[in-house]
């Protein structure tokens, strides 16, 4: 059974506090994708990565970077935490370029910044 | 410039009719959509897809209508049951990156 698993369901940080989310799959898959989800703006892509060491920007990657060290770990970083990154961060993986290869999700982060 | 529309933010059926959701994207060199299914909780899963040379897949009580030139998508649910009751986001895909609307929450009732 297919698996991506995030670090933390709940998480509540400080407004300036350095925030990292883990994202781990079980896939062997070569992409893998941040989201964050918003009330009205559905899900949102802020970075995601084709293979090991590479990271592409997504549609609203201010405020946060990506690391990528091994195939099946992504992280999401905000380097100082503000109050208007208060989200659902979702992470996903799939295969190869093929679009025809759906995204699996991960449960989610519900990070709020106080 | 939002390039996936999902224009109604909720709806609500009666258990056993058809329910309709709906879809519009802006670029047509977009080749493949899928639809997603989101329960409170837990993150989205994947429902149903269809290619850009197709108009109309099937599977089971789910059917993905394509109208390429309105650039509009359609999922159909028949029967509608109380379990279909969550968010569907419908999402569009090229070279493996997906943009998705802002998702539609079903509400089927008993």
């Known amino acids: 059974d297919v698996k991506v698993t995030q670090s933390s369901r709940y998480l509540v940080k400080r407004t300036g506090e350095k925030v990292f989310l883990e994202c781990v799959q079980d896939?062997?898959?070569?992409?893998m994708f941040w989201y964050r989800q918003d009330p009205g703006l559905g899900l949102r892509l802020i970075y995601f990565s084709y293979d090991v060491k590479m990271k592409e920007k997504g549609d609203i990657p201010e405020g946060y970077s990506v690391s990528r060290e091994k195939k099946e770990r992504f992280s999401l970083i905000l380097e100082s935490a503000s109050t208007n990154q208060t989200s659902m961060y979702l992470c996903a993986s799939s295969i190869g370029r093929d679009p025809t290869h759906e995204q699996f999700f991960g449960p989610g982060t519900r990070l709020t910044v106080l | 410039d939002q390039q996936v529309k999902q224009n109604s933010p909720s709806l609500s059926v009666q258990e056993g009719r058809i329910s309709i959701l709906n879809c519009d994207y802006t670029?047509?060199?977009?080749?493949?959509f899928l639809w997603y299914k989101k329960y409170p909780a837990e993150g989205p899963t994947f429902l149903i897809s269809?290619?850009?040379?197709?108009d109309k897949n099937e599977d089971g009580r789910f059917t993905v209508f394509l109208n390429k030139s309105a650039k509009h998508l359609s999922l159909h649910i028949v029967p509608s049951q109380p379990g279909d009751s969550a968010v569907y986001f419908c999402a569009v895909t090229n070279a493996g990156k997906s943009t998705f609307g802002d998702g539609t929450t079903l509400t089927v009732k008993p």
């Open positions: 896939m062997d898959h070569e992409n």
């Open positions: 670029n047509s060199m977009f080749d493949y």
């Open positions: 269809i290619s850009s040379i197709k």
